[in-house]
């Protein structure tokens, strides 16, 4: 092999690292806006299901806040109404991009309280739902949002 092996493999294809860059720069043309909604269907859709089981099995609910979650300060039936109203309508702001910000921000203090204070063993789980949640709060739902598509029309810019 000669020095000139980095500029052709063997079959006088091109190296590695120059295809590489190819599938770097078609990665880069994905539209950043499609990961931005897909990140904030699958967070939304894991909180809006919890909301759904709690709101149909609401006596379940208040029992679970008494016996497994144990939140302090709380009564059980007030931390389960909050937490089911929340679960319920933050999600869909988030989905739909409305006052996404807020909503990620509703759903990321949900997902500390049950990090420290409910399951702390399931950090994981939440550390994936945080960084969601925490991108969205940070940088906005993006370009597929009801949000971007109020600040065009308000300020005249996404």
């Known amino acids: 092999m000669t020095t000139d092996t980095f500029a052709h493999d063997m079959d006088g294809h091109r190296p590695i690292v120059s295809r590489l860059t190819t599938l770097r720069a078609a990665g880069n043309r994905f539209p950043l806006s499609v990961l931005e909604l897909g990140m904030r269907v699958a967070v939304g859709a894991t909180f ?62 949900m997902t500390l309280v049950i990090q420290f204070l409910v399951y702390p063993g399931n950090w994981p789980e939440h550390l994936m739902w945080a960084s969601i949640l925490a991108y969205i709060l940070t940088r906005g739902p993006g370009s597929l949002s009801i949000d971007r598509i109020i600040a065009f029309n308000l300020f005249g810019r996404g």
Not at 54 to 59: H, P
Not at 70 to 93: F, N, S, Y
């Open 48 to 109: 809006f299901r919890s909301g759904m089981n709690k709101f149909q099995s609401f006596d379940t609910a208040i029992e679970l806040f008494r016996e497994e979650y144990r939140l302090p300060l709380l009564p059980p039936e007030i931390a389960a109404t909050m937490g089911t109203a929340v679960e319920l309508t933050a999600p869909v702001l988030l989905v739909l991009g409305l006052f996404a910000r807020l909503g990620a921000a509703a759903l990321l203090a």
